[in-house]
């Protein structure tokens, strides 16, 4: 062999080991998880669990499901549901202003001896969604009777969101209870119609939040749903509670998408039909998905799974920016992953003819897009008709553009993360990018510190059952949530 080959050989297997050196010594020392001191010890909290369930089991019994259509809405249910409120936390009631905000929204407003402050802001929804007409025999208990069985609270709204509102309840409520004098003040507002993502002057969110505007106040913070705690254990690989703390959210929009054609007896049909030239755009769209990208938000979380596995697998963690490509390439075939990395593309609805012996003049499909933080539904745009061509029309029909990106220095987000983690030495704390929508992406305009957080343990097949059948949430993860609320807002309005 060449002298000076093997020269070049040696000198690359001498950086190889150099660098798996590093990688050893760095996964040992300062990649690992740091413990985050909660600055002060806490005593254990006041929960009435057996009051939690109770209230939660007949919150899920009033079926307050909203509609686009607010003429067809039963808002008889959502007047039960403020009666319930208000029997069932009465301090709340006594003590906190309590208006009406648009149809039917409430905002509770907790005032403090320093109106001065920027006060925080706690949000939940109402509303649920409704059971799919020809599923309600699926159910092994009924969606809305709010059945305690087999370690669960079953029904519609058990996991969206009823157990995040009426855990919010109750840690407001037992703080009262306690004497608990806040230093900033707090409002609590609860939204009617999150579910159907409104977005007009009758969304329950945008109306509070221009109440804040045109009051002057803006916020210190804000949170609400968006995340969960999730058990991750691999065995020998890392054991601990995943806890994502939503960031920001996606933006959606819906694109109708049209081709037309002559039309006429389907007994004489040409080449390709309406239909079928509309499929091979619709095909050309899949085919050509919009770039996948490690994003900051996505390193951050792999980069905290990875400091808390074992000595090991920290070593190959440890070198995330070296193997960013690969995890990229591995990650964009994943779905579940893939929908973290890029703006996706979903066809959900297409129409042609009226009848099966009929040419379609006209055949249109709609496709969903979720769009990723840094993208517009300007490009999204671009991008649709890039891909189909001129012979096709393209409309937007409804649409919002991505969140901003709150900070992970905050001192909110770092009350999120020092409160989870004076609970659970398990805890790993880790912003994340929320997929779907919220009511916290309307309190932009008054709010820098947007956070989504749901303080409740489960398992991924719980989640899946989220505005499907046999929607539940484990009991025993009722105190975890009550407890969260009442540090949280200890922790934030103590100063």
Known sequence: MNKKIKFALKGVSALAAAGIGVSMVRAATTYKAKPVSSGEAFEKENVDVERFIEHLSKAIQIPTIANRNESIVDWSK????????????????EKLDVQM?????????WKSAHPEKDPICLLAHQDVVPVT???????????????????????????????HLIGLMEAVETLLEEGYVPERDIYVCLGHNEEVMAEDEDCGAVCMMKYFKEKGIRL????????????????????????????????????????NAKGGHSSQPPKHSALGKLSKILCDLEKNQFKAELTPQLNSLFNEIGKNTTYPVRCIASNLPILKPLITKVCENIPPVASMMRTTTAVTMAQGSPAPNVLPQKASAVVNFRIMPGQTINDVEAHIKKIAGKDAEVKMLAGKNPSKISPTDSRAFKVIEQTCKSMDPKAIVAPYLVMGGTDSRQYE???????????????????????????????????????????????LTKD
């Open 445 to 491: 305009e008054v709010c820098d510190n947007i956070y989504r957080y749901s303080p409740f343990l489960m398992d991924v097949g719980l989640l899946l059952t989220t505005h499907g059948t046999n929607e539940r949430i484990p009991v025993s993860s009722l105190e975890d949530g009550v407890v969260f609320f009442k540090r949280y807002i200890r922790l």
């Open 101 to 109: 905000i648009s149809t039917r929204s409430l905002m509770y407003h």
């Open 133 to 163: 007409a020809g599923t309600e025999d699926d159910w092994k208990y009924p969606a809305f009777s709010g059945t305690v069985a087999e370690g669960f609270i079953w029904g519609r709204g058990a996991i969206d969101m009823k157990n």
């Open 220 to 259: 210190d913070s804000v949170i609400d749903e968006g995340g969960a705690i999730l058990d991750v254990k691999v065995d020998k690989v890392i054991d601990g509670h995943l806890a994502g703390v939503g960031i920001a959210e996606k933006g959606h929009v819906d694109f109708e998408i049209s081709v």
């Open 78 to 93: 959502f007047d039960e549901f403020h009666a319930f409120l208000k029997e069932s936390y009465p301090l709340m009631h």
